[in-house]
């Protein structure tokens, strides 16, 4: 098909795409698996742009069989008229960076902004998108490959396909291979996205279907009571003290929803939102909703006497204890800072959430006293046992800094530099005893934790902090933790690289994964946000052919690849668990750099941790397996 002509607007556009070619991270944080999914939130994120603009009911999310994706809206379809470029403007949108919004009056865009990239980020990274926009009776069409447009305008306007009396968007797009390391989408980040964004639109459906071999499936995500069914599915499982708690309001041109229920638990789960975008540092938002939530509940102690004059007032983290929040504000300019942007700096947002969560909250406590008793209950117990951890934490660090013995059990390694240094957290003495001869000592150490430490979404902080296994964690990566009331986490200080977790592959081993996993996310959630936690990945079987190599595979699929092409008998060796290699076996397969899978943990993993826990201790058959084939494809082999 012949090119668009260039002229200067369409060389400002290709300089454009080429930035964004070249430095995709700049654009969508990362070339990974995390990246890639981001295209697909981008695109999304525009037909939710439409439904907040008043006119989309309906998202349709399409993983196809041949790998690409489909997004479709009932909006009103991007405009295709002559836009002043002399081109359609669904080109401007499409190929333009930081395009969009120009022809859009709807305030609280998500897309295209500091989060959203923008269309034309995901246009310039796909090998092919095409587009459909039903519009003024007519289904319009465009084509691009690499972000270059490759379909021929008739006085700039778009070709049509077809009449339709419908109106939409809909787009189907191939993540460039050249520019991603993996072009699998992530099913599951996606469905739990699109869930995210059903229960922040109660008025949106987002249906989405899987279409790829083996993995067909078909889920609308619909949420007609909002962020109090987040709430709720949020703490699915726990012990609810109460029903949720919801109000909204508006100050100036800002809206703010909130939604929360307290669970008999030691933990505190508050959630932001700005304009459907999760504010994963926190921000102003949550700033005003937890200083008025602090002193409403300390004025209201006090007047019930549950507090005495002698008294000290709880302290923030105690008034959370065992609250579940979604803080959902929408705000026409929002400003966001931090190291990933998640981090709402609108200083008005406090102002605004504090007024509201002002007014609103006294009116629902002076109608439901008994809530208020049972939270102001969980915040007794918090400062109760607060105390308790203050000196166990005390105890723990000075003892800890001038005492091996907790660390008995860790085989550290030579290397003093952190850069080159890796701990392997290794399940079962006999595996932790076979890794520590197979390891190279000089880089490699190895941590063996017996069983299945603490819980510690479950656990008190002092009880968490007496845990043997986690004391040796937190001595041994050198770094603190920070939780609740304190902060000594410093992650200048960590002595290790990679944090490998290294357990069988089993329910068991798993559920440790799980716990430790969820360990990490709550005291140094930075470690996995900069990417140093890891899942190492054993082999599954050994074949031992009678003639050739023998092979180490690493999943089924491997197996099955290699019964196809391999001729000649064969015997199979699966293995059950670490303790069945030997220590020359361990590290030819999952210590060595040169050979072995890793799993790097993305946040989302964490996030996710706690809803797998579930799936994997609730099957009879051994799930993780699944859990993992099921993100083989993920596991990078670094060499
Ligand atoms: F941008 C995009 F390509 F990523 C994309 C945009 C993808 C998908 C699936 C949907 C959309 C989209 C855009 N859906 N609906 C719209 N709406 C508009 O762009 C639009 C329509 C009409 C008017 C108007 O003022 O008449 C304004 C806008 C911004």
């Known amino acids: 098909m012949a090119k668009a002509q260039y002229n200067a607007d369409s060389i400002t556009v290709l300089e454009g795409l080429e930035a964004v070619r070249k430095r995709p991270g700049m654009y969508i944080g990362s070339v990974g698996t995390k990246g890639l999914n981001h295209l697909i939130y981008e695109i999304v994120d525009n037909a939710v742009d439409e439904h907040l603009a008043g006119y989309c009911s309906e998202i349709w999310v399409t993983l196809e069989a041949d790998g690409s994706c489909t997004v479709k809206d009932n909006g009103r379809g991007i405009p295709v008229e002559l836009h002043a470029k002399g081109v359609s403007a669904e080109r401007v949108v499409l190929a333009t960076l930081h395009a969009g919004g120009k022809f859009d009056n709807n305030s609280y865009k998500t897309s295209g902004g500091l989060h959203g990239v923008g269309s034309s980020v995901v246009n310039a990274l796909s090998e092919r998108l095409t587009i459909k926009i039903s519009r003024d009776g007519f289904i319009h069409y465009d084509e691009y490959e690499k972000g270059i447009p490759v379909v021929e305008l008739k006085n700039g306007l778009l070709p049509t396909i077809g009449k339709t009396k419908a109106t939409g968007t809909e787009i189907n797009f191939v993540p460039d291979a050249t520019i991603f390391e993996k072009t699998k989408f992530r099913e599951d980040w996606l469905k739990s996205r699109l869930h995210e964004s059903a229960y922040l639109n109660p008025r949106l459906s987002l249906h989405f279907e899987n279409k790829r071999a083996g993995e067909e499936e078909s889920v609308t995500f619909c949420e007609p009571d909002g962020i109090i069914a987040y709430v709720r599915s949020l703490n699915h499982g726990k012990d609810p003290i109460h029903e949720p708690v919801y109000f909204k309001g508006s100050v100036d041109s800002m809206e703010i929803e909130v939604a929360f229920q307290f669970v008999d638990a030691f933990e505190e789960n508050v959630l932001g939102f700005c304009n459907n975008i999760f504010t994963q540092e926190g921000g102003t938002h949550l700033v005003g909703f937890k200083a008025k939530f602090t002193n409403l509940i300390n004025t209201y102690a006090r007047e019930l006497g549950l507090l005495k004059e002698k008294d000290n007032n709880f302290t923030g983290p105690d008034t959370r204890n065992g609250m579940t929040a979604v803080v959902a504000v929408k705000h026409p300019d929002p400003i966001f800072e931090g190291q990933t942007k998640t981090k ?127 004391k040796t964690m937190i001595n041994a990566f050198g770094c603190g933790f920070s939780e609740g009331y304190g902060n000594d986490f410093d992650i200048s200080k960590l002595k290790y690289d990679k944090i490998i977790l290294m357990t069988d592959a089993d329910v068991d081993g798993s559920h440790i994964d799980t716990l430790l996993l969820t360990f990490l996310y709550r005291f140094m959630p930075e470690l996995i946000y900069n990417g140093h936690v890891y899942i190492a990945m054993p082999p599954l079987y050994k074949v031992m052919p009678e003639r050739g190599e023998e092979k180490y595979l690493y999943d089924d699929k491997a197996l099955e690849e290699y019964k196809r092409s391999h001729t000649g008998d064969f015997t199979l060796q699966r293995y059950k668990g670490l303790g069945e290699m030997d220590a020359e076996q361990l590290w030819e397969t999952t210590l060595n750099p040169e050979n072995r899978v890793l799993k790097r943990v993305e946040i989302e993993d964490a996030r996710l941790a706690s809803e797998v826990t579930e799936l994997l201790m609730g099957s009879d058959v051994p799930p993780r397996r699944k859990f993992i084939y099921d993100h083989a494809d993920e596991a990078e082999i670094d060499a």
């Open 344 to 470: 709402l700096a609108s200083a008005d947002a406090t102002k605004a959430v504090n007024a509201i969560t002002g007014e609103e909250l006294v009116l629902f406590f002076d109608r439901n006293l008994e809530t208020l008793k049972g939270i102001i209950a969980c915040a007794e117990k918090s400062a109760k046992i607060r105390k308790a951890e203050e000196k166990a934490k005390t105890n723990m660090l000075s003892k800890s800094k001038f005492s091996f013995d907790s660390n008995g059990k860790l085989a550290n390694c030579e290397s003093r530099d952190p850069s080159k240094c890796e701990i392997f957290i290794v399940e079962g003495d006999s595996a932790g005893g076979s890794a520590k001869m197979g390891r190279n000592r000089q880089f490699q150490a190895i941590l063996p934790i017996r069983g299945k430490i603490l819980n510690v979404e479950k656990a008190s902080m002092d009880k968490v902090l007496a845990n043997a296994e986690i």
